[in-house]
């Protein structure tokens, strides 16, 4: 089946402690996103990619970081600079060119402990 | 940048009632309109979406919304509430002439749905 992989679907660190949360589809999408979720203030752009080896950044990059080696990965890595990390994050997909619907996965639960 | 209004952060409706939820945007230029559904700890699921052609349109689980350009409105309606429809419903844009593919999200509306 074609679609959008996240995982872990929880994730615990402790502070000071980077993490990496992985984003992975098989729908041959060009563009990929990841958006932050935050209780009541929906959905916002943390980084975005067209293409691969090139990626910019949304709303609220610092403190996250991205690569885009491969067109089916787009992982993200929150480090420790991110001051408030626990949150719901989203990874997204979409064809480019199109009417730009965007297509998501199932999400990753960050907690710092 | 693009703008989106949903008015209403909590919605309660009876079972078996009119179920309406309101989104406007800002834009000189009709955007592609979009409404997504997220249930508890998942990801967020298309539920229609506006790009051209009729101004009504029809989704899936009976849901529909009407573009009205005069009122740069988008609004999701059902005519009969299912204690299914419980969930958190966000409305979204993409600018049609922004090659970036950018959405810009609502803050949401929470449906309740009262038995």
């Known amino acids: 089946d074609g679609g959008i992989t996240q995982s872990p679907k929880y994730l615990f660190r402790k502070e000071g402690q980077n993490v990496t949360l992985s984003c992975e589809q098989n729908?041959?999408?060009?563009?990929m996103y990841w958006y932050r979720q935050d209780p009541g203030q929906g959905l916002r752009l943390i980084y975005y990619?067209?293409?691969?080896?090139?990626?910019q950044k949304g709303d609220i990059a610092e403190g996250y970081s991205v690569s885009r080696e491969k067109k089916e990965s787009f992982p993200l890595t929150v480090t420790s600079a991110q001051k408030n990390p626990t949150a719901f994050y989203l990874c997204?997909?979409?064809?480019?060119?199109?009417?730009?619907?965007?297509?998501f996965g199932p999400g990753t639960r960050l907690t710092v402990l | 940048a693009q703008s989106v209004t949903q008015l209403g952060s909590h919605v309660s409706v009876s079972e078996g009632a009119l179920v309406l939820l309101r989104c406007n945007y800002s834009?000189?230029?009709?955007?592609?309109l979009f409404w997504y559904v997220q249930y508890p700890n998942q990801g967020l699921q298309l539920l229609l979406k506006?790009?051209?052609?009729?101004?009504l349109v029809k989704g899936i689980n009976g849901f529909e919304a009407e573009f009205k350009k005069s009122e740069t409105s988008f609004h999701l309606t059902k005519p009969s509430a299912h204690m299914s429809d419980a969930a958190e419903y966000f409305c979204?844009?993409?600018?049609?002439?922004?090659?970036?593919?950018?959405?810009?999200f609502g803050t949401g509306t929470s449906l309740t749905v009262i038995p």
């Open positions: 997204a997909s979409t064809v480019t060119g199109t009417s730009n619907t965007q297509y």
């Open positions: 729908l041959n999408h060009d563009a």
């Open positions: 990619s067209q293409i691969v080896n090139d990626f």
């Open positions: 834009s000189s230029v009709p955007p592609y």
């Open positions: 506006y790009t051209t052609g009729a101004t």
């Open positions: 979204a844009v993409s600018d049609r002439r922004n090659t970036g593919n950018q959405f810009y």
